[in-house]
């Protein structure tokens, strides 16, 4: 596709109930992030998968967060058991090129709430 | 050494003045600088990127003023106008050729003033 494509574009679901968020990256980029950000707030790294190499899993805040990728396409990032403070946009971002500048673009996020 | 830091944290600026917003960093291997531009509601994008072999590059009424030897790089919004009032982030990575890991700043919300 054009863009970075994310679904569902809003979440809402009850606190203790799990959450797939799901990410389609620019066709051909390697590298895809997934970032929190809270009202108002900037980028929470979460991960980062870049092609074969394992995950950058540093961010995720706990073992309730995971995150799969296919290859080099879609990719769900999952939270177990949601707590209120998960509440956010959950964004996604593909960042590739043309060997010569690779740029990284954003989806539009998805906005969970968990209540 | 990761980090790049951000400053100001907010800043409000009259309709048709100049906004700076200020970076800096420690990693002297990073090589490619972008800034991007967040309006409510959305994701950020991309809005313009150095290299640092530039002291500046502009796009319209954006240009980045980029410093290696004091490792900083600034953002000027030249006339500043109310449809630029957004959060700026700057960011930046090594490995320009490459879809290494971006490191983002915490993130400058401008207001602009009519």
């Known amino acids: 596709g054009a863009g970075v494509s994310q679904s569902p574009s809003n979440k809402v679901t009850e606190k203790g109930k799990d959450v797939e968020l799901r990410c389609d990256p620019i066709s051909g980029h390697t590298a895809l992030y997934w970032y929190r950000q809270r009202l108002g707030q900037g980028l929470e790294f979460l991960i980062y998968f870049q092609g074969n190499s394992a995950p950058d899993k540093s961010g995720l805040p706990s073992d309730r967060f995971s995150a799969e990728r296919t290859g080099e396409s879609v990719s769900t990032l999952t939270i177990q058991r949601t707590q209120q403070e998960d509440s956010a946009v959950y964004l996604c971002?593909?960042?590739?090129?043309?060997?010569?500048?690779?740029?990284?673009?954003f989806g539009p996020g998805t906005r969970l709430t968990v209540t | 050494q990761q980090q790049v830091k951000q400053s100001p944290q907010s800043l409000i600026v009259q309709k048709g003045g100049i906004s700076i917003i200020n970076c800096a960093y420690e990693?002297?291997?990073?090589?490619?600088f972008p800034w991007y531009q967040q309006f409510p509601g959305k994701g950020p994008a991309l809005l313009i990127a150095?290299?640092?072999?530039?002291s500046e590059k502009k796009e319209g009424r954006f240009t980045i003023s980029f410093n290696k030897s004091a490792k900083q790089f600034s953002l000027h919004i030249m006339d500043s106008q109310p449809g630029d009032s957004a959060t700026y982030f700057c960011?930046?990575?090594?490995?320009?050729?490459?879809?290494?890991?971006?490191?983002f700043g915490s993130g400058t919300r401008l207001s602009i003033r009519p």
């Open positions: 971002a593909s960042r590739g090129g043309n060997r010569v500048v690779y740029e990284q673009y």
């Open positions: 960011a930046a990575s090594t490995g320009y050729s490459s879809a290494s890991k971006i490191i």
């Open positions: 150095i290299r640092p072999d530039v």
């Open positions: 990693n002297t291997a990073f090589d490619y």
